[in-house]
């Protein structure tokens, strides 16, 4: 679900929200501000920490293991397509076997 995280639109597990508002309560929300940059489904993008500034780890942890998450969850929707299409292949061409067999025995009855 897409929820505000430093002022931009973060896709979070229920679990991440919860975990962001334990961090958000004991340390704050000014250090996600500026510290990452997400795309309009709330993917990140980009981690990029100000020069400026230090950040607190749990900070920098939280969203680094966010998008990790997000990025194992993108490959294993694709991996779940390609087996998918695999599978529908593989129908296809058993299907096709099935019919150059008939086809075999309907030209051995021809002859």
Same mark, same amino acid.
């Given at each position: 679900?897409?929820?505000?995280?430093?002022?931009?639109?973060?896709?979070?597990?229920?679990?991440?929200?919860?975990?962001?508002? *334990?961090?958000? &309560?004991?340390?704050? =929300?000014?250090?996600? !501000? %500026?510290?990452?940059?997400? #795309?309009?489904?709330g /993917?990140?993008?980009?981690?990029?920490?100000?020069?400026?500034?230090?950040?607190?780890?749990?900070?920098?942890?939280?969203?680094?293991?966010?998008?990790?998450?997000?990025?194992? *969850?993108?490959? &294993?929707?694709?991996? =779940?397509?390609?087996? !998918? %299409?695999?599978?529908?292949? #593989?129908?296809?061409? /058993?299907?096709?076997?099935?019919v150059?067999?008939?086809?075999?025995?309907?030209?051995?009855?021809?002859?």
């Amino acid at each position: 679900m897409i929820r505000a995280v430093g002022n931009k639109r973060l896709n979070l597990t229920d679990s991440e929200y919860e975990y962001f508002k *334990t961090i958000r &309560e004991a340390i704050g =929300e000014a250090d996600f !501000k %500026k510290l990452f940059s997400t #795309d309009k489904n709330g /993917i990140i993008t980009t981690i990029s920490p100000p020069l400026d500034k230090p950040i607190n780890m749990a900070v920098i942890y939280f969203i680094l293991n966010v998008m990790v998450n997000q990025r194992m *969850t993108a490959v &294993e929707g694709r991996v =779940e397509n390609f087996i !998918k %299409k695999m599978d529908e292949e #593989d129908r296809v061409n /058993i299907l096709l076997e099935r019919v150059e067999a008939i086809e075999a025995r309907l030209d051995g009855k021809n002859e």
